[in-house]
C-alpha cells in the first residue's frame, strides 16, 4: 500500500490567498483525520471524518478554515483567506476504526504564509 | 480532553547507550500510540500498545494502563534513531478516535 498521500508537500503562498491541501488516505480506511503542528502548540486535531462525515471539527481555529470528504479517498483542508499564522506544517491521517485502530500519518504539508 | 504529558523534553545519548522516556496520561486511554518524527518531519508508527509490552528490534514499550503511563525503551541507540518521540493517546471518554499528543521528547544520539 502506498500509504497515506498528501499533496503539496510544501506550500509558499502571500497573506489572504487561498490554500487547498490535499489528503488520500489509505484505501479501506473509513476514518480521516487532519492535523496540524506547530512550535507553539505541537500536534493538535482539527478535524475528523467517519465514513465520510465531518464528526468532530472543534479543533478548527475559525470560520477560515474549512474540511470536506466528497468520497471514501480523497479530502482536501481549505484555508481561505490565508494569514500568516496560518503557516505550519498539516498532516492527514486515517485509519480503519474497527477493533485495533491505529492511525497512519502522511508526510505533511508544509505551508509558509508570507 | 485527556492531559497527555512526556518526559524528558530532551535528550541527548552517545551511540550505543540505552534509554527510557516516559509518558503520562491524566486520564484513562484506550488508544496509545508512540510516533518518531524522524529529521525529515515524516511520523513514523512505533507501537500500539494500550496496555501490556511490545519489542520491535531495539526499541520496545510497556504500557501500565492502570496507573495511565507508557514507557519507550531505547537500547543500543544509533545516530538514526535522532528525532522526536511522540506518544498519543484516546481518551475513555473521548467520542470517537481523537489522538491527544504529547509534547514529545526530542533525542539527539551522537557518534
Known amino acids: 500500500d502506498a500509504g497515506v498521500i498528501q499533496s503539496p508537500r510544501h506550500e509558499v503562498t502571500e497573506m489572504g490567498q487561498e490554500v487547498t491541501l490535499r489528503c488520500k488516505p489509505i484505501?479501506?480506511?473509513?476514518?480521516l483525520f487532519w492535523y496540524r503542528q506547530t512550535m507553539m502548540r505541537g500536534l493538535e486535531l482539527l478535524i475528523y471524518?467517519?465514513?465520510?462525515?465531518?464528526?468532530?471539527d472543534s479543533g478548527m481555529p475559525e470560520d477560515r478554515f474549512s474540511a470536506k470528504m466528497p468520497n471514501a479517498s480523497f479530502s482536501t483542508l481549505k484555508i481561505q483567506p490565508s494569514e500568516p499564522r496560518d503557516s505550519a506544517v498539516y498532516f492527514c491521517?486515517?485509519?480503519?476504526?474497527?477493533?485495533?485502530?491505529?492511525?497512519?500519518f502522511g508526510a505533511g504539508t508544509r505551508l509558509s504564509v508570507l | 480532553g485527556i492531559q497527555v504529558e512526556q518526559s524528558p523534553p530532551d535528550l541527548i545519548l552517545q551511540e550505543g547507550a540505552n534509554s527510557t522516556l516516559r509518558c503520562n496520561f491524566s486520564?484513562?486511554?484506550?488508544?496509545l500510540q508512540w510516533f518518531h518524527q524522524n529529521p525529515w518531519g515524516q511520523l513514523i508508527n512505533l507501537f500500539y500498545?494500550?496496555?501490556g509490552t511490545k519489542q520491535n528490534g531495539r526499541l520496545s514499550a510497556t504500557t501500565v494502563a492502570t496507573e495511565r503511563y507508557s514507557l519507550l525503551y531505547i537500547s543500543s541507540s544509533q545516530t538514526t534513531d535522532s528525532g522526536v518521540y511522540f506518544c498519543?493517546?484516546?481518551?475513555?471518554?473521548?467520542?470517537?478516535?481523537?489522538?491527544?499528543f504529547g509534547g514529545g521528547t526530542r533525542v539527539l544520539v551522537k557518534p
Open positions: 491521517a486515517s485509519s480503519l476504526s474497527r477493533g485495533i485502530d491505529i492511525q497512519y
Open positions: 484505501s479501506g480506511h473509513n476514518s
Open positions: 471524518f467517519n465514513n465520510n462525515v465531518p464528526i468532530d
Open positions: 486520564d484513562s486511554v484506550n488508544n
Open positions: 500498545i494500550p496496555s
Open positions: 498519543a493517546g484516546v481518551g475513555v471518554k473521548a467520542a470517537g478516535n481523537k489522538l491527544t
